[in-house]
Structure formats: C-alpha cells, structure tokens
C-alpha cells in the first residue's frame, strides 16, 4: 500500500506537520504515520491536541483489528509528536497538512503565519472542503507552495484526496503533493478549476439536493431513497465510478450509451425545476422521518457501527484489490 | 435471506412467470428459483428462451462460487421451464413478471394479451425503468393488478426494486408485491407518484449529469471524477443511503447537517444553470477518454470483472448484514 523509501526519499528523511488537530488533522496524522512519516502535531487549542491523542490510540486500534496496519499501533503512535507552538510544529518539516476552523480569516491568518516560518521549499496542503485557495492564499511568498488537499473523513480509510491548485500555485507543488499523497496510499484526483465544492462535494450536492427534493414532493420516504443508495445504486460505486458505470452499461461503451440513455437523463434534468429544497418545514419532517428511524441516543452508536463498516470495507478492498 | 413457507404461502403454491427472457427476464428467473418457486419462462423470440437457459446455468455457477446459493445449481435451475407460449407461461402462476422490450406499445399490447388470459388474481410486475404504467397499464380489467417493479440488473445480486402503481393499481396489489419481493430476498422501494426516472434513476441522473458538465468544462478527467467516487463517495454509499450519511455527519443529526450546510448545497447548485452536456462532441471526447484507459477489446472482460466484484461484494454484504 505504500513504499517507505519512496516516502523518505521524497520529504528527504524530514518529518511532516500536522496543523488543527480535530478530527480532520488527527486523521491525517494516522496517515502519514501509518506510512513510516514522523509527524508533529499542533492546535491552537492545547485542550484539542490533547485529545487528538487517545483518539488516534483508538482509531490505531481498530485499524489494527481489521488488518489495516502493518504495525503495532503503539511504534505507529511514537512517530506522532504534539507539540505547543506553530513554529516547532512547522520546523524543519517536508509538508504541512492544515485543518484548522473552516473559515476564510482564520486560514490567512495561517498562511501568514506558516509564510513567517517556512523553509523555502516547506509544502502546504490545505484540508478546506469549501474555501478556494484564492480566498487566503494568494500574494505571500508561500503562496506558489500552498494548495487544497481536500480529504473524506477519515483520511486513512477512505483514500480520496482533491488537490486544486490556486492561480498562484506552482506546478511543482502539486507534483511533489501528488507523489506524497500517492506514497502514503491516497487516491489524487486533480481539480483544475476552483469551482465551488470543488469536485467530490459537488457530486455530492445534486445527489443531496435530488433526495431532499423526492423527499418534499412526497416522491419517497427518506428512508425508501435512502434504500435505492445502499441497497442499489452505491453497490456499483463502491469500487467504479459513474463513467466506468455507464461504459460497461452499453454494448459500445460510454458514447453507446450516452446516445441511448442522454435523452431520458435530459427530460429528468427539465423535470426538476431549480427549487429550494431546505426549507425550515421539510427539515423538520426530514429530521422527524430520521429519528422515528433512529432515536437522537443512538447517534453515537450508530456512528461506531459507521466507522466498523468503513474499516471492513476498507479491509475488504484491500484485499480484492491490494493497490487501492 | 428467503423464507420458503411464506413465500409458497403467498403464491398458494403456484408457480410465477417470467415473460421477456432478456438479460432482465432470466435474472428475475434466478431470483425466483432461487427463492424456491417454480418459474416458467417465455419469450416471444425462442431463441432468447434458448439461450436465457445457459445464460442462467453460469450465473448460478457464480453465485454458488461466492457463496451466494445454498442449493446446487442443477437444483434451482431444474425449477426454471422454459415454454413456447403466453398461456402456458401464465397458465395458473400468482405472478408475472415482465421485461419484455422498452417500448410502449409493446408492454401494452402484453397488458392486453395478459388481460385475456389472466386468473382473476394474478398480479403482474413490470421491469420497466421509464415507462411510466399509466402509459400502458390502464382501461383493463387486469389494470387493478398491474404495477411497476423496477429492479437494478442484476436483480439476484442488487437487492433493490422500485414498487410504482398506477392510478389505478389496487393497493392489496401493492401489499402483495411488496410481501412477495421481501419473501424472494429483495429491498423494495415505495414509489408514491409516476415521475420521470423514478427514484433510482432521478438520483442517477443529476450524478451523471453534474459528472458530464465537470467533464466538459474541464474541470478534471473522466477518471479523476471516477476515483471521487470509488474511492470516496460510493464507499458510505455502499451500506448507508444520502439521508443516513448526512444524518451521522453532524452532531445534532439531518437537521443540524441541514442547517450547516444547506447554504453550500444552495451556492453549488445555484451554480450550475441548466446546461444540455451530453453534446456529440463532450461524448467523443469522454469516449477518447475511457478508450484511453480501457480500450474497447477489454469491455467484455472487463464485465466479468464487474460482475465478479458485485458477487464478493454481496457475499461480504450478506455475511456482515444477514437481513440484506
């Protein structure tokens, strides 16, 4: 899954940082520990960084359970340093993943930061899921060395990673964030454009924002289109996407199919107008339709049995398929 | 996964029939023999009943390989017979299901011959993915015992169909069709109203859709948007439907996640206008794309290698969620 010496050949033996360490920066510590990687770890909150250390001990744990990691967790735990100040997180570092607050200030704060104490070849991979880096990375001499290394949670289940590079980003750092992401067993997918939600959210939105929509016209219960996912549709998905789909869909491929199917798919598009799906009342009974399903107390609950799908499926491919 | 008794005790005995004996038709066949019911099969081409039978003989072949079966394949496929003509094939059956060519006038002029030939309670099924049974299914006597259900292919190993009446569908042909698809092992999904695409392929639709814009303005390859969701998205999707996901994504549940991020869903969509993508020169280019990585000689094997992976998915399914 990943290739140690690769890994230190390309940081040049130099660890990398982690930078916000909530649940999105904890994640990406096990990542790049799990492939060898010394890692510090630092959040301006010291009550955070604290917790982030039983977290990742349990997480490491699990991992270990479904044959996830190669090691014990306890030699993988030892690569991973927090530390108290931004600037001995960042010292002497190949890379600095951050995940701080998901909001514009608090990420150029950042930036000026990092650009007071970079080395001159320092990487930074931002986790932003919706922030362009043109909104707070732009005219800083870091800037050609920033970009956004967009993760699904957890990062070291669920291997995607979107790397979108801002106007001022060099071409050079999304090649090295691309050998990096791959060395530690991540998938790159390369967002050209910063378009909103970039891409991975985006398909997510008009899926969202089609089920809200069944759900308000009375179409399905949420739970019934929840069942055309996981019982139908998300079968194929777990290990094709939409393009390799269709391809194997038609007797010619993709274009075979795109001139059978493009005209029910196009009276679908004009059969949904652009409503405005969310609205206070249809949250309610959405909310109400899910807690007759599942009470409030078990969130939490089922959040585990989550993570334990996840991490069987994980285990699951690895094995069908040992390069992804 | 079936209960024989309950399921002989809901076709009082009688066997069901597969008219339209297509790709559909004899995986329907697979489900029902599979359940232990006896099946008679028919298709106004005799050679497609022909060749269905050898079809049918291999894929049971796999599913007893996966573990997917517990009878030999001789056994389930001995309760297949194929006939010669409509009225053999629904001669004294409790179900007919039909999968007969997409066309309009061709699912009606069944619906007619049905009507002359059908026991006062036999309900009838229908595979149909667009056609709507208001479009074929009224002004009959048998219109009352007339219903869509729609299945992913292929149906004995994607458990998921869409139950859809037409106004005029009774609802005591709804309750059976739905009692008899939950005794044969499948997920069935209430669909109240006749909309274009149903629930499956409306979620399919804006997915694909927003997958071919993303494409066309460039904004990644074909296969980076691929990998978001094999290597992503479908991962949850794979044992938890849009409503699930979202519902455990946000600390108070659906309605905090919809409170949160409602305004990014808005902004994405408010995005995107409403273009027609599916252009013939965006499909030569998505076209050049996939050739590129899977040239056309390698579509057939690679089916295999597609039906391989959704019989061990469904075996892993089956040995973690029994009920799926």
């Given at each position: 899954?990943?290739?140690?010496?690769?890994?230190?050949?390309?940081?040049?033996?130099?660890?990398?940082?982690?930078?916000?360490?909530?649940?999105?920066?904890?994640?990406?510590?096990?990542?790049?520990?799990?492939?060898?990687?010394?890692?510090?770890?630092?959040?301006?909150?010291?009550?955070?960084?604290?917790?982030?250390?039983?977290?990742?001990?349990?997480?490491?744990?699990?991992?270990?359970?479904?044959?996830?990691?190669?090691?014990?967790?306890?030699?993988?735990?030892?690569?991973?340093?927090?530390?108290?100040?931004?600037?001995?997180?960042?010292?002497?570092?190949?890379?600095?993943?951050?995940?701080?607050?998901?909001?514009?200030?608090?990420?150029?704060?950042?930036?000026?930061?990092?650009?007071?104490?970079?080395?001159?070849?320092?990487?930074?991979?931002?986790?932003?899921?919706?922030?362009?880096?043109?909104?707070?990375?732009?005219?800083?001499?870091?800037?050609?060395?920033?970009?956004?290394?967009?993760?699904?949670?957890?990062?070291?289940?669920?291997?995607?990673?979107?790397?979108?590079?801002?106007?001022?980003?060099?071409?050079g750092t999304v090649s090295f964030a691309d050998a990096l992401m791959r060395a530690v067993?991540?998938?790159?997918?390369?967002?050209?454009?910063?378009?909103?939600?970039?891409?991975?959210?985006?398909?997510?939105?008009?899926?969202?924002?089609?089920?809200?929509?069944?759900?308000?016209?009375?179409?399905?219960?949420?739970?019934?289109?929840?069942?055309?996912?996981?019982?139908?549709?998300?079968?194929?998905?777990?290990?094709?996407?939409?393009?390799?789909?269709?391809?194997?869909?038609?007797?010619?491929?993709?274009?075979?199919?795109?001139?059978?199917?493009?005209?029910?798919?196009?009276?679908?598009?004009?059969?949904?107008?652009?409503?405005?799906?969310?609205?206070?009342?249809?949250?309610?009974?959405?909310?109400?339709?899910?807690?007759?399903?599942?009470?409030?107390?078990?969130?939490?609950?089922?959040?585990?049995?989550?993570?334990?799908?996840?991490?069987?499926?994980?285990?699951?491919?690895?094995?069908?398929?040992?390069?992804?």
């Amino acid at each position: 899954m990943t290739d140690n010496h690769k890994i230190q050949a390309l940081c040049a033996g130099r660890p990398v940082a982690i930078v916000g360490a909530g649940l999105v920066g904890a994640g990406w510590a096990i990542v790049f520990a799990r492939a060898g990687l010394n890692v510090t770890m630092f959040d301006a909150n010291p009550e955070i960084t604290r917790q982030a250390v039983p977290l990742i001990e349990g997480q490491l744990a699990g991992l270990q359970r479904h044959g996830l990691i190669d090691e014990d967790p306890a030699t993988v735990l030892a690569r991973i340093t927090p530390v108290a100040t931004l600037a001995e997180a960042v010292e002497g570092v190949a890379y600095v993943q951050e995940s701080v607050l998901e909001r514009v200030e608090v990420k150029r704060q950042l930036m000026v930061d990092l650009d007071a104490l970079a080395s001159p070849d320092m990487v930074v991979g931002s986790s932003t899921s919706g922030i362009p880096g043109s909104a707070f990375a732009l005219g800083l001499s870091i800037s050609p060395r920033v970009l956004i290394a967009h993760p699904v949670n957890p990062p070291y289940l669920v291997p995607v990673v979107e790397l979108v590079p801002s106007p001022e980003t060099a071409p050079g750092t999304v090649s090295f964030a691309d050998a990096l992401m791959r060395a530690v067993g991540q998938t790159v997918v390369h967002v050209r454009k910063e378009v909103e939600g970039f891409v991975l959210n985006r398909l997510q939105a008009v899926l969202l924002r089609e089920a809200w929509a069944l759900a308000q016209e009375g179409v399905a219960s949420c739970e019934d289109i929840d069942k055309t996912i996981r019982d139908g549709l998300g079968w194929r998905w777990s290990f094709m996407g939409p393009f390799e789909t269709i391809d194997l869909n038609a007797p010619g491929g993709v274009a075979d199919y795109a001139v059978r199917l493009g005209p029910l798919y196009q009276r679908i598009a004009d059969s949904r107008g652009h409503e405005t799906p969310w609205d206070p009342a249809l949250i309610r009974d959405v909310e109400a339709q899910r807690r007759e399903h599942l009470p409030q107390s078990d969130l939490e609950a089922r959040r585990a049995w989550r993570d334990e799908h996840l991490m069987a499926f994980a285990a699951n491919r690895r094995a069908r398929d040992p390069q992804a």
